[in-house]
């Protein structure tokens, strides 16, 4: 059964803090994406990875940063987290090229930054 | 032109009913047209997926209309259960040369609850 998994499923950090969100998937895929979710505003892209060690601004790249060291792990970085932050976060996998057209997602992370 | 919009925000059927959600999108590059059903607590899952080659597409109870010069696409669920009860995205996304990674571009989802 393909996984991906996040590291947190809730978490609550302060202003200013700087916070790393985990996410890892065993499928061997080569594409990785971070997602935020917020109410009204579905699913909106953050970053996006499709090879180790590289990556691609999505439509919200400002405030975050990003790492993929290894194939199966993709890190979201908080650089100095906000309360305009507090979201869920999602991360997903697919596979490279027209059959990497379905995302497999992990059940999120909801941040709340007080 | 990047945008997909989806309608209505929250849609309340009864069991047995015809639940129908619909979106819209701008851009005529886009190719690929899923639907996304997310439980409380999980990630979404891909549902059921459209090519414009085709005006309808049904899986079990689940149908996707598409209508390519109306640039619009929809999602039927016949039957409606209680266990449908759950938040649906529509996407859509262009596909690009030499594998390269698509991007989808979600709608802002649709909040379903059916009930009994």
């Known amino acids: 059964d393909v996984k991906v998994t996040q590291s947190s499923r809730y978490l609550v950090k302060r202003t200013g803090e700087k916070v790393f969100l985990e996410c890892v998937q065993d499928?061997?895929?080569?594409?990785m994406f971070w997602y935020r979710q917020d109410p009204g505003l579905g699913l909106r892209l953050i970053y996006f990875?499709?090879?180790?060690?590289?990556?691609e601004k999505g439509d919200i790249p400002e405030g975050y940063s990003v790492s993929r060291e290894k194939k199966e792990r993709f890190s979201l970085i908080l650089e100095s987290a906000s309360t305009n932050q507090t979201s869920m976060y999602l991360c997903?996998?697919?596979?490279?090229?027209?059959?990497?057209?379905?995302?497999?997602f992990g059940s999120g992370t909801q941040l709340s930054v007080l | 032109q990047q945008q997909v919009k989806q309608s209505p925000q929250s849609l309340i059927v009864q069991k047995g009913g015809i639940s129908i959600i619909n979106c819209a999108y701008e851009?005529?590059?886009?190719?690929?047209f899923p639907w996304y059903q997310q439980f409380p607590g999980k990630g979404p899952a891909l549902l059921i997926a459209?090519?414009?080659?085709?005006s309808e597409k049904k899986e079990g109870r689940f149908t996707i209309s598409f209508n390519k010069s109306a640039k619009q696409f929809s999602l039927h669920i016949m039957d409606s259960q209680p266990g449908d009860s759950a938040t649906y995205f529509c996407?859509?996304?262009?596909?690009?040369?030499?594998?390269?990674?698509?991007?989808?571009?979600f709608g802002t989802g649709t909040l379903l609850a059916v009930q009994p």
């Open positions: 997903a996998s697919s596979l490279r090229g027209r059959l990497g057209e379905k995302l497999f």
């Open positions: 499928m061997d895929h080569e594409n």
């Open positions: 990875s499709y090879d180790v060690k590289m990556k």
């Open positions: 851009n005529t590059a886009f190719d690929y």
């Open positions: 459209i090519r414009p080659d085709v």
């Open positions: 996407a859509a996304s262009r596909s690009l040369y030499g594998g390269a990674t698509n991007k989808l571009i």
